[in-house]
């Protein structure tokens, strides 16, 4: 049975490997991006607030960005912080950045934008930097980081079987490294046993990633968790449905449902507005972000407020994939984790090709040998 599996994990690892290591290896560089961007421009990602000093409204700021930036951009949601010392966050109609302000005096601060090393780093990871022409657009590359993603999965799965040993003993030797027996010994312990201590946050990462690669995964795997997909149709119909609202909307508005949200909320990370919808972060400290969502009218009543626990369950479950993906569920130690796994996951393809390469050269020299010993045989039976 083992041959079996150790056939299959060689015929998929070698043409698979390469992008496998691509994949892992810009993933672990995408996991800290958050920290190391805002650790690099950190006077965008904090504000100096006065003792005593009060945010403005949002249609202040509105005006007062409309001010320093001219009419050009029109403006598309605000998100307000509810932590002290957050900048507020604007968006822009046409515009992927975001744009920091100070939200109690509405000085702009500058630009948000992911420097060009995570921004190559993400279409590596996902696209293999062939981004599709739209969002859940297919493309060539989408498409093949998904079927190594699948092809990884089963990889993985048949290294656990492989790696199973058969004594006591065995077992000692398969969960150390080995460091003063030789090179071959060191990239074999390497191989075999930091895969294996990683391999179980690999299969995490590989499952939950497959639901951005293939339409019939995220159905099935939503289903399996008794949360069906929805249709394409009616999510696109419910995001187009804030900013069609949009155009017609007044920052005042926002101002007077800020003003009944604040007794709904008197702590929370954020509210963000964007046409007639207002989403809440409602913990401050919470690791996962949990999002509830208000709606109000042309008054700027709130007509409905679902809270993350009423949302529908596919929406529930598309967050708990992202954060199981990304390792967010446990804050620093679990993405640190995730660092360590993605890195032994980017060695394991270039370990494994050492190895078979090597066997095959071994094979070649057992091979060259037997037909040396044949030739001088026959030699002697002639002579």
């Known amino acids: 049975m083992k041959k079996f599996f150790a056939r299959i994990h060689l015929w998929l690892s070698v043409p698979a ?59 598309r949601s605000l998100r307000l912080p509810g932590v ?125 990633g497959l639901t951005w690669s293939f339409g019939w995964y995220r159905t099935a795997a939503y289903a399996l968790f008794g949360g069906p997909q929805q249709s394409r149709a009616a999510p696109a119909q419910r995001e187009a449905e804030p900013r069609s609202a949009e155009h017609g909307a007044d920052p005042a508005l926002w101002d007077l449902a800020r003003e009944e949200l604040r007794g709904r909320y008197p702590l929370c990370r954020s509210i963000t507005f964007e046409g007639r919808t207002a989403r809440i972060e409602p913990d401050p400290a919470a690791r996962m972000r949990r999002t509830d969502t208000a709606r109000f009218d042309d008054e700027g009543r709130i007509v409905s407020l679902v809270t993350h626990d009423e949302a529908p369950r596919s929406q529930r479950l598309r967050g708990w994939f992202y954060a199981l993906h990304t390792g967010t569920w446990g804050g620093v130690w679990s993405k640190t984790l995730y660092l360590l796994a993605a890195l032994v996951g980017g060695t394991l393809p270039l370990t494994g090709y050492y190895l078979w390469l090597r066997r095959l050269r071994a094979r070649r020299a057992a091979r060259a040998g037997v037909r040396a010993r044949t030739k001088r045989q026959d030699r002697g039976a002639g002579a």
Do not use: N
């Open 17 to 75: 490997g390469l992008v496998f290591s691509i994949v892992a290896l810009s993933g672990a560089l995408l996991l800290f991006e958050e920290e190391l961007t805002r650790l690099r421009r950190a006077e965008l990602y904090r504000v100096e607030t006065a003792a005593g000093a009060a945010p403005l409204a949002p249609s202040q700021l509105a005006a007062r960005i409309r001010t320093q930036l001219g009419d050009t951009l029109r403006l």
């Open 84 to 208: 002290p010392g957050e900048p507020c966050l604007a968006t822009f109609d046409g515009e992927r950045r975001r744009l920091s302000v100070d939200p109690c005096t509405g000085e702009v601060k500058g630009w948000l934008e992911s420097p060009a090393l995570f921004r190559t780093a993400r279409q590596l990871h996902r696209w293999l930097l062939d981004p599709p022409p739209a969002k859940g657009a297919p493309s060539f590359g989408k498409r093949v980081v998904g079927i190594v993603t699948l092809a990884s999965v089963v990889i993985l799965a048949s290294g656990l079987v492989l790696w199973i040993p058969r004594t006591r003993r065995a077992l000692k030797s398969r969960l150390g490294i080995a460091c003063r027996k030789g090179a071959r010994r060191f990239w074999y312990d390497l191989h075999v046993s930091a895969g294996f201590y990683a391999s179980l946050l690999l299969l995490l990462m590989a499952l939950t």
